[in-house]
């Protein structure tokens, strides 16, 4: 599985946009990103995911280079509630159906006023 | 409501002693895992069942035992043999159709044993 670098921790004044970088260079052409987030003490919350192109939802939305070397997820507005340590994941699809997903040590985002 | 659950949320257990630890979904999925958590650190998966009645080792299996008798239910057993059994217990569920696959995670149990 593709191993992905994210920095350890970012802070971000509440209220601007929070760009939360990840590095997968080793990625191959068919797999997915997925961003998920985990606030303290919580079970992870799944945010999106994308192949090759741009998405954005409720949430957020994600970036993804030419290359695919890399991506940004942006929370566009964050607020204190958006503090969490977020995950960028290069999935494997488990035969039979099904995700294995690896979980770095993520980013803590700390949102302040 | 559709959602993952998780029982007990904070689980005490003296060394030596078995524990069972609950996972039920009512989102009609197919697929569901177990993860291990430790302070600091991202989720290690320890087991995941694709259908009822089979179930396959993920990363960190050894002192586990998991059964799947019902498609809502996944216990996850952390034995004796756990050499460090105390962390952070999260089950998820997905689908196994289509190419998303994005799972749902429980609340979490948070064992320590003493």
């Known amino acids: 599985d593709a191993k992905t670098t994210q920095p350890p921790s970012m802070d971000c004044a509440e209220g601007r946009a929070a760009n939360l970088p990840c590095n997968h260079s080793?990625?191959?052409?068919?797999?997915?990103v997925y961003w998920y987030r985990q606030i303290h003490s919580q079970g992870p919350q799944y945010i999106i995911h994308?192949?090759?192109n741009n998405e954005t939802n409720e949430m957020a939305s994600l970036i993804i280079t030419e290359d695919r070397k890399s991506s940004t997820l942006i929370l566009p507005h964050a607020t204190l509630r958006d503090t969490a340590v977020y995950y960028c994941?290069?999935?494997?699809?488990?035969?039979?159906?099904?995700?294995?997903?690896?979980f770095g040590t993520g980013t803590q985002l700390k949102v302040e006023l | 409501d559709g959602g993952i659950t998780q029982s007990p949320k904070y689980l005490f257990r003296k060394e030596g002693q078995n524990v069972t630890l609950s996972c039920e979904q009512n989102l009609n999925h197919d697929a569901m895992y177990w993860y291990r958590q430790d302070p600091g650190q991202g989720l290690r998966l320890i087991y995941y069942s694709q259908i009822v009645n089979d179930f396959q080792k993920g990363d960190i299996a050894e002192g586990y035992s998991v059964s799947r008798e019902k498609k809502e239910s996944f216990p996850l057993t952390v034995t004796s043999a756990q050499k460090n059994p105390t962390a952070f217990y999260l089950c998820a569920s997905s689908m196994v159709a289509g190419d998303v696959y994005e799972q749902y995670f429980g609340p979490g149990t948070r064992l320590t044993v003493t």
């Open positions: 994308g192949l090759k």
């Open positions: 080793t990625i191959s052409g068919n797999e997915y």
């Open positions: 994941i290069v999935r494997d699809i488990l035969t039979g159906g099904g995700n294995k997903l690896t």
